[in-house]
């Protein structure tokens, strides 16, 4: 049986429904308090502190100008709970593997991954606006790394998995919120995927003449790696 080093990267899908009521009106983001749950922080073996790494993934979210409060009264409550780590597909972005070289193996791409689930409730009626589950590559938390490594690694974990929550809220948010080029954060998520509209150059098409099929509006995809970005753009070109 050899060994082998898979590059993977996360497919991304769109999809839209046509005939879809129009949403209910919601309050914006205005005050939002941030809450990890205790469960599964002791298969790590070591002592972890929940509320330390909840003041450490709230400060890290605000520097993203979202409105992440230490006091009360809230509009919302974004919740974080970790799983445990299983063998599952490798995480979104880019990542190296190695095992089964055969692709009909049980463990072909697979890694120790640790699921992140991440959810965004209205603080009064406790609806969910948004929960997603995120995974993320578990070899930085092995039990021979030492344990403000693994804290570390878990605020950024937990940070990413949340900051993808609040990116996606069906909230109103202030334009630019989260362009970067805009503000300089401290901290940078784990891995950030970012789809963009990429539109049809100006005067490119008229009544009479239509635009061509590579004038049309495209999709950039953007990976966000903890180094630089990887850039897919989707049109006719299909680059």
Same mark, same amino acid.
């Given at each position: 049986?050899?060994?082998?080093?898979? $590059?993977?990267?996360?497919?991304?899908?769109?999809?839209?429904?046509?005939?879809?009521?129009?949403? %209910?009106?919601?309050?914006?983001?205005?005050? /939002?308090? *941030?809450? &990890?749950?205790?469960?599964?922080?002791?298969?790590?073996?070591?002592?972890?502190?929940?509320?330390?790494?909840?003041?450490?993934?709230?400060?890290?979210?605000?520097?993203?100008?979202?409105?992440?409060?230490?006091?009360?009264? *809230?509009?919302?409550?974004?919740?974080?709970?970790?799983?445990?780590?299983?063998?599952?597909?490798?995480?979104?972005?880019?990542?190296?593997?190695?095992?089964?070289?055969? =692709?009909?193996?049980?463990? *072909?791409?697979?890694?120790?991954? &640790?699921?992140?689930? @991440?959810?965004?409730?209205? !603080?009064?009626?406790?609806?969910?606006?948004?929960?997603?589950?995120?995974?993320?590559? !578990?070899?930085?938390?092995?039990?021979?790394?030492?344990?403000?490594?693994?804290?570390?690694? &878990?605020?950024?974990?937990?940070?990413? !998995? @949340?900051?993808?929550? $609040? %990116?996606?809220?069906? $909230?109103?948010?202030?334009?630019?919120?989260?362009?970067?080029? $805009?503000?300089?954060?401290?901290?940078?998520?784990?891995?950030?995927?970012?789809?963009?509209?990429?539109?049809?150059?100006?005067?490119?098409?008229?009544?009479?003449? =239509?635009?061509?099929?590579?004038?049309?509006?495209?999709?950039? /995809?953007?990976?966000?790696?903890?180094?630089?970005?990887?850039?897919?753009?989707?049109?006719?070109?299909?680059?």
């Amino acid at each position: 049986m050899k060994n082998f080093f898979v $590059l993977a990267v996360a497919a991304l899908g769109f999809a839209g429904a046509a005939g879809a009521a129009e949403p %209910e009106p919601v309050k914006p983001l205005q005050a /939002v308090a *941030f809450e &990890l749950a205790d469960d599964n922080l002791s298969q790590f073996g070591i002592g972890l502190d929940p509320a330390n790494l909840a003041e450490r993934v709230r400060n890290n979210l605000a520097e993203w100008q979202f409105p992440l409060s230490a006091s009360g009264p *809230f509009s919302h409550r974004l919740q974080a709970r970790l799983g445990k780590v299983a063998r599952r597909e490798t995480p979104v972005g880019f990542s190296f593997s190695s095992g089964n070289s055969d =692709p009909r193996a049980v463990d *072909f791409q697979k890694a120790d991954v &640790l699921p992140v689930t @991440c959810s965004l409730r209205d !603080a009064g009626n406790q609806a969910v606006l948004v929960e997603r589950e995120s995974t993320f590559s !578990a070899h930085a938390l092995d039990k021979d790394v030492a344990p403000a490594r693994i804290a570390d690694k &878990l605020v950024d974990q937990i940070g990413t !998995a @949340c900051l993808d929550v $609040l %990116e996606q809220a069906p $909230l109103p948010k202030q334009p630019g919120r989260v362009r970067t080029e $805009l503000f300089k954060p401290k901290w940078m998520p784990d891995v950030r995927v970012e789809v963009r509209e990429i539109p049809a150059a100006a005067g490119a098409s008229t009544a009479a003449q =239509p635009a061509a099929i590579g004038d049309e509006p495209k999709k950039e /995809v953007i990976i966000h790696n903890q180094g630089n970005p990887v850039i897919f753009q989707f049109g006719y070109e299909r680059k």
